[in-house]
C-alpha cells in the first residue's frame, strides 16, 4: 500500500500519559468550537474558561491561548493517581456551556487534540507556536498584544 494513500485519522487517538523518572507529565491539549465557530475570543469567554478550568481540578493549567475557534492549552495532573483526560476536558466544557447558556453538543466538537511532551524543549517549542498563533491569524501585530491568553499555574519541566 502506498504510504501517502493512508486514511487520514478522523478522531484523535488519546493515549494514557506516561510516566517517565519523574518528570513532570505535561499535556498540550487543543479543543475547538463545533464547526469552528468563531466565538472564544471575548473577554466573557476568556473569563469563563478561567474559571471553568480552576473549578475542574484534576488537571492543572499552565499557560493557554484563546483562539477565536479554539482553545490551545498545557496541563499537567493535578492529583494522584491523575484522573482521566477526558473526563476532564468534559466538565469544564459542560462548564462553559452552562456559563455561555449554550446546550451541550452545540458548542464545541465532541473531541479533542492531545500530546505528551517529552522534553523541555519540545514545551518550549509548542508554546512559542501557540504564542504565535493570533500573529500568524492576523488577528494582532505581536503575540504580546493578544488579550486572551495566559498561564494559570507554572508547569515545570523537570529534568
Sequence with gaps: MDPSA???????AHFPS????????IIFLTVCTKNRRRCLATHFVHKDFQTAVI??????????VVMP??????????????????????FWKASMCKALCAPEGTFWQTDFWDRQLRSRESYDEKWEYVRQNPVRAGLVERSDD????????????HD
Design 6 to 12: 493512508q486514511p487520514q485519522r478522523h478522531r484523535p
Design 18 to 25: 506516561v510516566p517517565d523518572n519523574n518528570r513532570a507529565i
Design 55 to 64: 473549578a475542574a481540578d484534576h488537571w492543572l493549567v499552565g499557560r493557554y
Design 69 to 90: 475557534d479554539h482553545i490551545h492549552l498545557f496541563c499537567s495532573p493535578g492529583t494522584v493517581p491523575e484522573r482521566p483526560l477526558s473526563n476532564w476536558v468534559r
Design 146 to 157: 493578544w488579550p486572551f491568553q495566559g498561564e494559570l499555574n507554572i508547569l515545570r519541566w
